[in-house]
Each structure stands twice: as structure tokens, then as C-alpha cells.
């Protein structure tokens, strides 16, 4: 079984551009989960989404959005961005939406914010 | 709000134990967790233990969990060079089965031969 696709690996930027990060859940996964990992924060956990809906949010600023598909695949998006976004983005999925941290996680996007 | 916090650092020589510390300030939480991050690449679940538990074991892996201190710790026996990784205790919080999970800052754990 395929694992958690997670497309670009790496991408650089510069400040005030916008990017977009994609997940494709392991098959049969229906919930999707972002999280930001960065050497002072460690691992912040962005939102989650179930059923193409968003069902729980970090404390992040409104420019981190996302989204889910009916296929269950995932896209995050960061607008205006500044250089405190480098980070790596983590998705992680899970079977269904109370799956008790069973979070299987992808090896990340990796944003560098110049 | 939720804090899990962790020292950064273990170095043990291979074939020791390893033990890894972790507290916690949500009493509250259901469950808590042990991920294990390997170089460039995602955390991998390596075990969680109930809160209304004081011990888990999985093979070489011993979880412990004093919920009067908040405090849980992964034990590591026969330490291999294989098990060099950075290790995240991590809490489920309040929200009973909800997938936001409330992370430490990592222990990378160097295992030297």
C-alpha cells in the first residue's frame, strides 16, 4: 500500500509569493492533517480535514488555508508569504476522523522563504 | 494551553538502554504518544499508551506514565544504531480522538557504536 505522497519535496520562494502544497492520503484515508515543523516551534498542527471539511484549526494566521477533495486529497496554501514560513509541511492521514493520533505522516514539504 | 516539553539531546553507546523523558501539562489527555523521526523523512507512530495506564511494553520498547506528574518516558532496551533518530513524545489534548496532536520539541537520540 502506498504511502503519503507529498508533492513538491522541496521549493524556494521569496517573500510575498503564495505557494501550494499538495497530499495525497494513503488509500482508504479520509482524513487529512497539516502540520508545520521548524527548528524553534518544533511541530505545530495547522488543521485537519474529514470529508472535505475543515474540522478542527491551529492558532496560525488566516494567509494558512486548505482544502480537501472528494477523492480525499489535500492542499494547503500560504499566501504572502514572509520568511518566518520556512518550514517543512507535514501531512499526516489517518482512517477516519477519531483515530487516536494513528497519524501515518508523509516525508514533507520542505518551503524555504527567501 | 497544551506544553510537552523535552530535553534535546541523548547520546548512548550501542547495546545500552536509552530512556527518554517527556512532560506534559494536559491532564486531561487521552492518550500520548511516541514518534520517531528518522533523517528526511516523516514521523513514524512507534507506540502510545492510555492514560488510565502506568506502563506499555512492545518488545524492546517500555513506555511509562506517572499521570500524577504528568510525566512519561520511552525506554529503549539494546539500544541499536539503528534507532539514531529524533523522538517526539506528543498529547492528544482534551479533544477525546481528535488528530491534533500537541508535539515536544524532539530528543534526538545518537547512538554510537
Known amino acids: 500500500k502506498a504511502g503519503v505522497t507529498q508533492t513538491p519535496r522541496y521549493l524556494i520562494k521569496t517573500r510575498g509569493q503564495q505557494v501550494t502544497l499538495s497530499c495525497s492520503p494513503i488509500s482508504g484515508h479520509r482524513s487529512v492533517s497539516w502540520y508545520q515543523q521548524t527548528p524553534g516551534q518544533g511541530l505545530q498542527f495547522l488543521f485537519e480535514y474529514f470529508s472535505e471539511t475543515q474540522r478542527n484549526k491551529g492558532n496560525f494566521p488566516g494567509r494558512f488555508s486548505g482544502r480537501q477533495f472528494s477523492n480525499s486529497r489535500s492542499e494547503m496554501n500560504v499566501s504572502t508569504l514572509e520568511l518566518g514560513d520556512s518550514a517543512l509541511y507535514l501531512c499526516a492521514s489517518s482512517p477516519e476522523l477519531a483515530s487516536f493520533g494513528e497519524l501515518f505522516f508523509g516525508e514533507g514539504s520542505r518551503l524555504t522563504v527567501l | 494551553g497544551e506544553d510537552v516539553e523535552q530535553s534535546l539531546f541523548l547520546s548512548v553507546r550501542e547495546g545500552d538502554s536509552s530512556v527518554i523523558n517527556c512532560t506534559y501539562t494536559d491532564s486531561s489527555s487521552t492518550y500520548l504518544y511516541w514518534y520517531k523521526q528518522e533523517p528526511g523523512a516523516g514521523l513514524q507512530l512507534l507506540t502510545y499508551i492510555f492514560s488510565n495506564m502506568d506502563m506499555k511494553q512492545d518488545q524492546r520498547l517500555t513506555v511509562l506514565l506517572n499521570k500524577k506528574d504528568k510525566h512519561l518516558s520511552l525506554r529503549i532496551a539494546d539500544t541499536q544504531t539503528g534507532d539514531s533518530a529524533i523522538y517526539f513524545c506528543?498529547?492528544?489534548?482534551?479533544?477525546?480522538?481528535?488528530?491534533?496532536?500537541?508535539f515536544g520539541t524532539g530528543t534526538r537520540l545518537t547512538v554510537i557504536p
Open positions: 506528543a498529547e492528544s489534548g482534551d479533544q477525546t480522538g481528535a488528530n491534533n496532536l500537541f
